[in-house]
């Protein structure tokens, strides 16, 4: 056993016990999101703007998306920075600067939309962005991001993420009022929550495929919620159920749905 879960395991048995009575008093549809992945993509590109707003007409109220930054440092959605497979252009989204982004046009005719222009369109329609921060993330580009958070009031609403921990902690420290959690890229679900429990998240991010029953138990004794990705079969959905986490996203959100109601 590690030090890990040595070092909480006693206080953590008693957190649960009162824990685990709660979460029973919920049922899944209360305690699951359904976490659109990139919005609705069984008709709309993915990451655009028309995929956002049918999720949110087809009633889905959890959103996730990538965001990418320009040259000029500024946040746009799109989760590959290189342009040459997607776009009528080729070279990286971070050679660009922003007063160019809207002459790129994507395949099947899509823009590439601003962080703002979401957030300002879009930001009272859905209950809580998931959001995952691409790299490379210089200072100035999260400084540019926060601020489009504080400037749409959306400190409550964006759960932010990012595959390297280093720009959480940065960002972090350039903006104590926004809400993180972790998702690294080690693929490793045990060195996610101990970056949660050292940092004081609240947020865990994980592969359906790296669920551990022990190790959501002690994310959830410690007040950390779990969301997994990404689960698009019915199979793959009702494993991730089986592991008592709190949300699941996925490209096929209309099954998940149904398996839930």
Not at 46 to 70: P, R
Not at 120 to 126: I, N, P
Not at 230 to 259: V, Y
């Amino acid at each position: 056993m590690n030090p890990l879960t040595t070092r909480f395991l006693l206080v953590l048995a008693i957190v649960f016990i009162f824990n685990s009575c709660v979460r029973e008093d919920e049922s899944l549809t209360e305690r699951v999101k359904i976490i659109a992945h990139r919005g609705y993509h069984l008709v709309q590109l993915e990451n655009t703007f028309e995929s956002f707003q049918t999720a949110s007409k087809k009633g889905f109220t959890h959103l996730e998306f990538d965001i990418n930054f320009t040259k000029d440092y500024q946040p746009v959605i799109l989760h590959d920075n290189l342009l040459d497979a997607q776009a009528d252009t080729s070279g990286s989204i971070n050679d660009f600067y922003f007063s160019e982004i809207n002459a790129i046009t994507l395949t099947g005719g899509y823009k590439i939309p601003s962080f703002d222009t979401v957030m300002q369109k879009l930001g009272t329609s859905f209950e809580t962005f998931f959001i995952d921060l691409k790299e490379p993330c210089p200072d100035s580009g999260l400084i540019n991001f926060a601020k489009v958070i504080e400037k749409n009031h959306a400190y409550a609403t964006a759960i932010i993420t990012s595959a390297n921990p280093d720009v959480i902690r940065r960002l972090k420290n350039l903006d104590p009022a926004l809400i993180v959690g972790s998702d690294d890229a080690s693929g490793d679900f045990e060195d996610n929550l101990d970056e949660c429990i050292k940092q004081k998240y609240k947020h865990l991010l994980i592969s359906f495929e790296l669920l551990d029953k022990h190790l959501c138990f002690i994310a959830h004794a410690n007040g950390i919620k779990v969301y997994t990705y990404t689960a698009n079969s019915e199979q793959d959905m009702l494993k991730c159920l089986s592991f008592d986490i709190d949300g699941i996203m996925s490209d096929n959100p209309d099954l998940l749905k149904q398996l839930l109601y």
